[in-house]
């Protein structure tokens, strides 16, 4: 059963216009650096830049809006002989692999073909966008399956984005100012380690070693991590989010009475 849940699920998303549109951007995006870019690394942490940001953002609303228009969906299925855990597998899933495979192939492609790319930095870059993409698809669901109402559960879905990648480092900034003459370093890592876009930014930096780019905190994670030791903490902090997350909203969707 979980199969053919799956298989609808997949195609249900694959239809929809704005995947086809989310991953031509990423595919235009990519060409766009790559031809104007003087090198390869110019171009790659260009594309950084804008991958921590619309992936998240793209994941987070796409995620809530299907979760919650689902709903229908849900209750006729829930009324048959169906398990709730095939069936939060199927949709949980059936939204997030089509979003990673539109984002595998508007990036890699190009950068296969057009670049001499390193291969560990290929896959760092597509790593943390896999990563990113599970993490705000889980945080979508959470919240979808918090509220009932779909205009609060959009809106703290965006503020949780908003937060992370805007206000976030504006707190960083203040918080230095704040507290400069105090030893922040362990404070910082901990606090980098609880927003899954820094840390995807800081895992990518860290393949160039170049802590002037990555901004305060990634300059500490150089410094105390250095480049293979602080990869290996950020994937394992980001394998962590994905992990809580999916049993956060496993345990919602057991206990949610549609």
Known sequence: MFIKLFKYSIRDVARSKWLLLYGLFF????????????????????????????????????????????????????????????LYHSIYLGLTIPLVMAYLIGIAIPLIIQTDIDISILLIILVSGIALTFIFVGIA?????????????????????????????A??????WLLGDYPLESA?????SANPIDLSRIMVMLK?????????????????????????YSISVLLIWIVALYFIGRIKFNRKNF
């Open 141 to 169: 669901f959470t919240m979808a399956l918090s509220f009932d109402d779909k205009v609060k559960g959009m809106g703290f879905s965006f503020i949780i984005w908003l937060s992370l990648s805007l206000i976030y480092d």
């Open 27 to 86: 595919l235009l995006l990519t060409e766009f650096l790559i031809w104007f870019s003087s090198d390869t690394s110019r171009a790659v942490v260009s594309l950084l830049n804008v991958i921590i940001i619309i992936i998240p953002l793209v994941s987070i609303i796409f995620g809530t809006i299907y979760t919650y228009n689902s709903r229908e969906f849900v209750e006729l299925l829930l009324s048959q002989p169906i398990s709730r855990k095939s």
């Open 208 to 232: 160039f070693d170049v802590a002037a780019l990555m901004g305060y905190t990634g300059a500490i994670f150089q410094r105390f991590f250095g480049g293979l030791t602080g990869i290996i």
């Open 171 to 176: 707190s960083i900034l203040l918080l230095i």
């Open 188 to 192: 910082l890592i901990i606090v980098s």
